[in-house]
């Protein structure tokens, strides 16, 4: 009994070791959006903060320019069409992969996984032609469309809803249920799991996206969080605590989504069989 209990401690404590290693940035940031720039001035690194001030949030969020808050309206309108978009689409073309037979379904499905192993910047060239030639340049369409129905997104609902058991569509198809009553009013409320986690991922991506807004967007205005965090520095030269701000902005709507949806994440990863038992 003493070797496993051993085992364990070793484990948790290379865990905890590695949970302070990732955490140490973030909490560096935190810290440093708090602090004044008096003391970001005093010699040295501080990992505390002597007088806690919101004063470079409210700096960043009263900027002449509203930089922050237009960009953040618009990675925020950008993620709620891209989410929605995702959960509707990858969830239809899930249930017809998990529950119906048509010719070529699973070469069609091997060839959709098979582009999951296609580097982005391999197709960065060729998507931009593409989007030029659409005069999709410097609009919000290439950052919403293209991702709607991301392979990943599809191979995830197609996993889960195979747990889902067959003699429930059989007894509503026997009653007179068609397709879509089938999948809004039958399908869709057994995968909350799985609904939870393609919004959270979906709404991560598009959040984040730095590389295709910035390929894409010309005009200030249309531009996402991430690629005015990017310019806070040139804006705001010398001001730590005012790019820190700016970045805690960024990541806070993300993770307190994660935090209220863990659970329905977790549970929907395990039954899609992407974790071991």
């Given amino acids: 009994m003493k070797a496993p209990r051993r085992e364990m401690w070793i484990v948790y404590t290379l865990l905890a070791f590695g949970a302070i290693v990732l955490a140490l940035p973030f909490y560096y940031m935190l810290i440093t959006s708090f602090k004044s720039m008096n003391e970001i001035a005093e010699p040295g690194m501080s990992m505390l903060v002597k007088k806690p001030t919101v004063q470079p949030y409210v700096d960043l969020l009263n900027d002449p320019s509203h930089l922050v808050v237009g960009a953040t309206w618009n990675s925020f309108v950008i993620g709620i069409f891209a989410t929605g978009g995702t959960m509707l689409l990858c969830t239809l073309a899930g249930y017809a992969f998990a529950k119906h037979r048509f010719p070529g379904k699973e070469a069609i499905f091997m060839v959709l996984l098979a582009t999951m192993m296609i580097p982005g910047s391999v197709l960065l060239v060729p998507s931009f032609l593409l989007l030029r030639d659409f005069g999709w340049l410097d609009t919000w369409l290439p950052l919403i469309i293209p991702g709607l129905a991301g392979a990943f997104g599809v191979f995830l609902a197609r996993q889960f809803m195979e747990k889902i058991p067959d003699s429930l569509i059989e007894c509503a198809k026997i009653e007179g249920s068609g397709e879509w009553r089938i999948f809004f009013q039958i399908v869709l409320p057994l995968s909350k799991p ?57 990541i806070l709507p993300v993770l307190i989504l994660f935090f209220i949806f863990q659970r329905q994440i977790v549970q929907s990863l395990a039954s899609s069989g992407l974790k071991e038992g």
Wanted: overall charge positive; cysteine-free; glycine content about 10%.
């Fill in 194 to 250: 799985l609904l939870a986690t393609l919004g959270i991922m979906s709404f991560l991506g598009s959040w984040n996206s730095f590389l295709g807004p910035l390929i894409i967007l010309l005009d200030e205005k249309k531009f996402t969080l991430p690629l005015v965090v990017a310019m806070l520095q040139g804006r705001f030269p010398g001001k730590d605590n005012m790019q820190m701000a700016g970045a805690m902005i960024s």
